[in-house]
């Protein structure tokens, strides 16, 4: 059982698979209790946007590039090109979504929000306010995390407004399974290969499915297995102070400026903006 609204301790996190009707669209659910007190935590660039509806205060989302910030309630976010340092007040809920690549492009009006957000309601077509009450009220049920869970599901499944041409969705599903397997170490030429396309129609699929170039994709995948690789797993709950410490010992390690943008993603002078970017956040 989650136990009672407001009266968490330690971050739990209950991790649910979607139906098979909302495969195409999401990854995974999750229903995540924050603590007061939670370190913050660094957002990696991966390809993916996600669905979030936070039912207490809203977390801030921070740019280690720019010093951007903006408060983040329940929203649809694109996907990311840089990392965002991310401080969650608690204690509070939230029920979440991490979706597919393409699975924006068949939501809503088919916005992609790359290095955006939205209200949910905006995107969804939904009350936000009835929707955050109906998973409040899951907290009296027998599995909250499953009915809440089902409950979001349901919420994306009404919202799509398209489906893919014939070929299309297999061709996506070859790209990401293709791009996750080579960590990202692959040419764009590569890909398209890898389905039978050229490398204009390789471009077409990601700019009207997916919003990011197929080099800007495959650097954030490089990116996240870095991070993983070298210990520090954000994706795995690994926090801001642990993710930012071991992408800092790899940027002072000396190594060529090819061999880290091969498998950071990232040019040694961006590797070190974003990491001093998020020592001054951490700091600040």
């Known amino acids: 059982m989650m136990g009672a609204m ?38 990696l660039p991966d390809g993916r946007g ?33 990392p965002r340092l991310v401080r969650e007040p608690g204690p509070t809920w939230a029920v979440g979504a991490r979706l ?4 924006l492009a068949r939501v809503g009006e088919g916005r992609l929000l790359v290095d955006d957000s939205a209200p ?27 009915e809440a869970a089902r409950l979001l599901q349901g919420a994306l499944l009404a919202a799509v407004r398209r489906t893919p041409g014939p ?16 960590r990202g170490l692959v040419r764009p030429v590569d890909l398209a290969r890898s389905i039978d396309r050229s490398l204009a129609c390789l471009h077409q699929i990601f700019a009207e499915e ?8 495959l650097a954030g995948v490089r990116l ?15 926090d801001a102070a642990q993710v930012v410490a071991t992408l800092r010992r790899y940027a002072d390690a000396g190594f060529a400026p090819r ?22 956040l951490l700091a600040g």
């Open 167 to 182: 070929g299309r969705q297999d061709d996506l599903e070859r790209l990401v399974q293709v791009a996750e397997q080579e």
């Open 50 to 82: 996600a669905v979030v509806v936070r039912l207490g205060a809203p977390a801030g989302w921070f740019d280690p590039l720019t010093r951007g910030a903006e408060q983040v309630a329940s929203v649809v976010r694109g996907p990311r090109t840089t």
């Open 120 to 146: 949910l309601g905006e995107v969804l077509g939904t009350d936000e306010a009835v929707l955050a009450g109906t998973l409040r009220a899951c907290w009296d049920t027998a599995d909250p995390a499953q």
């Open 259 to 280: 061999e880290v943008e091969r498998f950071t993603g990232l040019s040694p002078l961006e590797l070190r903006r974003s990491v001093r970017g998020l020592e001054e």
């Open 100 to 103: 597919t690549p393409w699975a």
């Open 210 to 217: 997916i919003g990011l170039t197929p080099s800007a994709y």
């Open 6 to 43: 407001g009266t968490t301790t330690a971050v739990g996190r209950s991790i649910v698979s979607p139906g098979p009707a909302a495969a195409a669209l999401v990854e995974q659910l999750e229903v995540v209790r924050v603590p007061d007190g939670l370190p913050p935590r660094v957002a």
């Open 224 to 238: 996240t297995c870095a991070t993983r690789e070298l210990g520090a797993d954000a994706r795995g709950g690994a």
